[in-house]
């Protein structure tokens, strides 16, 4: 008889199974927003850093970084001796940062130590293209930079007339203040004030945010401009377009904290400030771990 009842289903087990499957329910339920509410903040991404020094530097590379992606990497800025800088952080990261796997390029401006390494990058990725390897990289930039890039570049590489920026660059606007994507990021660009036309860049994805100055001379709403980032990357150098580490000392602390830095001297003095300088083949995490 019992087991009849239970093969029919008793009403108190009815009960129980209902009981038990919501408290099941309610569990994977709240299992699936706690996972949640504990993967969401964890989601970042990682800036592989290639070069920290200035334009006069005698023993590092332009200041860069590599971010890698689902496709590949997205470059900011490519300074001189890419391919070394690259080798270089590759060793030390332990990260893969092979040049024919750049599918995008970030131009922060157009001095020698923050792109004189487009012409090998480009050159390399135009014979492989001829070989039928691959594309040539999309390289992003805002629209005064992006108007003087083949002016810059078509002396050494326009090949007597017959190739263009074209054959070497799918070169794509950012247009001031309007989120664009760069493949799997949301990168913003603001104006920089510096020598010639530039640009910082916020760079996000899964809710972080990268946010890299580029050269600026100190400008208060330019770091406004970038407060809201997990990490902030600021330049400094001792120059007037350029942004001196006493002008970073005297921000709050809070912003402080979130402020790594880049573009030093030589000879620059770590005891000076409480702002620590980011250092080549660093994987810097976004958020910080
Ligand atoms: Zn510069």
Same mark, same amino acid.
């Given at each position: 008889m019992a087991s009849k009842m239970h093969g029919a289903a008793c009403g108190r087990c009815w009960g129980d199974a209902v009981i038990l499957s919501l408290i099941i329910g309610y569990t994977r339920h709240s299992l699936r927003h706690i996972s949640r509410a504990i993967l969401l903040p964890a989601v970042s991404f990682e800036a592989i850093i290639l070069g920290t020094g200035s334009a006069l530097s005698e023993i590092h590379f332009g200041s860069s970084a590599a971010l890698p992606w689902r496709d590949g990497i997205v470059l900011i800025d490519c300074p001189d001796a890419i391919l070394r800088a690259l080798a270089h952080a590759s060793k030390r990261s332990g990260r893969a940062l092979d !040049? $024919?796997?750049?599918t995008d390029i970030l131009v922060t401006h157009l001095h020698g130590d923050h792109v004189n390494g487009l012409e090998t990058i480009g050159w390399k990725r135009w014979i492989a293209k001829l070989n039928g390897l691959g594309s040539v990289p999309r390289l992003h930039t805002i629209e005064p930079v992006a108007r003087r890039l083949w002016e810059r570049l078509g002396p050494a590489m326009d090949q007597n007339g017959t190739l263009q920026l074209a054959d070497y660059f799918d070169l794509r606007i950012i247009p001031v203040g309007v989120p664009t994507r760069v493949a799997d990021f949301d990168v913003e660009a603001r104006p920089a004030e510096h020598l010639i036309p530039g640009c910082g860049y916020r760079i996000s994805q899964g809710g972080a945010t990268l946010g890299w100055s580029g050269d600026t001379r100190f400008d208060p709403a330019h770091i406004d401009w970038l &407060?809201? &980032? *997990? +990490?902030i990357v600021h330049e400094t150098s001792e120059s007037r377009v350029h942004t001196p580490i006493e002008c970073l000392n005297a921000l709050a602390p809070e912003l402080r904290k979130k402020i790594r830095l880049v573009h $030093?001297? *030589?000879?620059? *003095?770590? !005891? +000076?400030?409480d702002m620590v300088p980011l250092t080549e083949g660093e994987v810097l995490a976004v958020p910080p771990r």
């Open positions: !040049a $024919m796997r750049i &407060a809201s &980032a *997990d +990490v $030093m001297e *030589d000879n620059f *003095d770590q !005891a +000076v400030t």
